[in-house]
Nanobody, 121 residues
Framework: QVQVVESGGGLVQAGGSLTLSCAAS????????MGWYRQTPGNQRDLVAI???????TYADSVKGRFTISRDSAKKEVYLAMNSLKSEDTAVYFC???????????????WGRGTQVTVSS
């Protein structure tokens, strides 16, 4: 099993910045990709940014130029630096880890519980 824990959410004014962190832990596992998704009430969970083990990065169009995803492979952590925040960025942000873990080492998605980001206008 892989445990995923996010931190760093909070309340920020529009135009401000916030950095989210996510740590993956557990028994021996290998990470294929780590990413951030966000969800607002009544809506689906949407991709914000994802980074693969080969450092290929994908961003949602709505955050390009404002958000930066990075990772520390040794610590098995991923970060999301969010700048020029807008009210429409308000959501619960979830960290997602694609990993292979015991017992069968099949590629599995693991999710954190989410962290609230609120941008006040």
């Amino acid at each position: 099993q892989v445990q995923v824990v996010e931190s760093g959410g909070g309340l920020v004014q529009a135009g401000g910045s916030l950095t989210l962190s996510c740590a993956a832990s557990g028994s021996t596992f290998s990470i294929n990709a780590m990413g951030w998704y966000r969800q607002t009430p009544g809506n689906q969970r949407d991709l914000v940014a994802i980074i693969t083990s080969s450092d290929t990065i994908t961003y949602a169009d709505s955050v390009k130029g404002r958000f930066t995803i990075s990772r520390d492979s040794a610590k098995k952590e991923v970060y999301l630096a969010m700048n020029s925040l807008k009210s429409e960025d308000t959501a619960v942000y979830f960290c997602e880890v694609d990993a292979r873990a015991p017992p069968n080492f099949s590629l599995t998605r693991y999710w954190g519980r989410g962290t609230q980001v609120t941008v006040s206008s």
